[in-house]
């Protein structure tokens, strides 16, 4: 009765949203079936709504109210500063904060799934952890705080998360129609990171 109960509870109309984007996903990738996936998806919400209710960070339109602030708060204007020092712009800013706080960390837990995946396979044919390591980082872009030096220093750093999707527009641009050298520039650069700023300071991206 528990299982049942769990599989047909009310869900919001934004829960329920995340289910449909997810719930697919995870059946394609991990092989689950559809009522292991509906678990899977529904147990990442209820524990993402913990810690969103514990950081009180579930406030709309959040990029909104940054912006504002930042013109008379000095702390949260050099936070803002620090993230434009990065390439984020004022559009990116409001589309990272903007978003409900339950989808955004529902999207930085997604994001890193073929991100363990692929260190899995890497550390599979018999790479160190490092070397590992190394391949995921020139694969995919990494976000965090970009002052965070203890892995990765200068334009390998992490990005800021507010880059995210004109990163996303930027590589399904080049994959469709400049397919050669996208590759051939992923491969030259140190971190896929570093192939990131390069086309922020080039106006490419």
């Not at 406030?59 to 708060?73: A, E, I, P, Q, S």
Request: charged content about 30%; glycine content about 6%; hydrophobic content about 30%.
């Amino acid at each position: 009765m528990r299982l049942l109960g769990n599989l047909f509870r009310q869900t919001s109309e934004p829960e329920r949203q995340l289910e449909e984007e997810y719930v697919p996903f995870y059946e394609a990738t991990q092989g689950l079936s559809h009522s292991q996936a509906i678990r899977m998806v529904r147990d990442l919400i209820r524990e993402t709504k913990k810690q969103s209710q514990h950081e009180g960070t579930d406030v709309l339109n959040l990029g909104d109210d940054l912006l504002r602030r930042g013109r008379t708060d000095q702390t949260v204007g050099g936070m803002l500063a620090e993230k434009r020092k990065e390439g984020a712009t004022d559009s990116d800013i409001c589309w990272w904060w903007n978003m409900p706080d339950l989808e955004r960390r529902m999207l930085v837990y997604h994001m890193n799934v073929p991100r363990l995946a692929s260190l899995a396979h890497a550390l599979e044919e018999g790479l160190d952890e490092d070397s590992a390591a190394a391949r995921v980082r020139k694969i995919y872009p990494m976000f965090g705080d970009p002052n965070d030096t203890k892995v990765t220093d200068g334009d390998d750093r992490p990005l800021p998360y507010e880059l995210q999707n004109r990163i996303n527009q930027y590589v399904q641009r080049r994959a469709s129609q400049d397919t050669i050298s996208y590759k051939a520039d992923v491969q030259s650069s140190t971190t896929f990171n570093a192939l990131v700023r390069r086309e922020i300071k080039c106006g490419n991206l």
